[in-house]
């Protein structure tokens, strides 16, 4: 395992080192390795912007739906409610 030395200003210190001491990382090499693996986690999931576009181009050019707006709200509500109760996933 490659050594990387990190500066950061004391209140983050200290916020590492109280993690640490609540038992939630062994070292603060555990709670660094744990957040670059979650940044990497969430930067995967992100949509870049190219994408963004050519999905609203598509959705331009596919026209009129038959549903109302009203419709769409009341189903994205529905969907809301059952992924936080646990029982939809994506």
Do not use: F
Not at 27 to 38: A, Q
């Amino acid at each position: 395992m490659a050594t990387m030395t990190v500066s950061s200003p004391d209140p983050m210190k200290a916020w590492v080192e109280a993690q640490i001491t609540n038992g939630d990382y062994a070292s603060s090499s555990d709670d660094v390795r744990d957040l670059v693996r979650r940044d990497r986690e969430r930067r995967m999931q992100e949509i870049s912007i190219e994408e963004l576009r050519s999905l609203v181009a598509d959705a331009k050019a596919s026209g009129v739906g038959p549903r109302s707006i009203d419709d769409i709200v009341t189903q994205a509500k529905d969907i809301a409610r059952a992924r936080a109760r646990g029982s939809l996933r994506e």
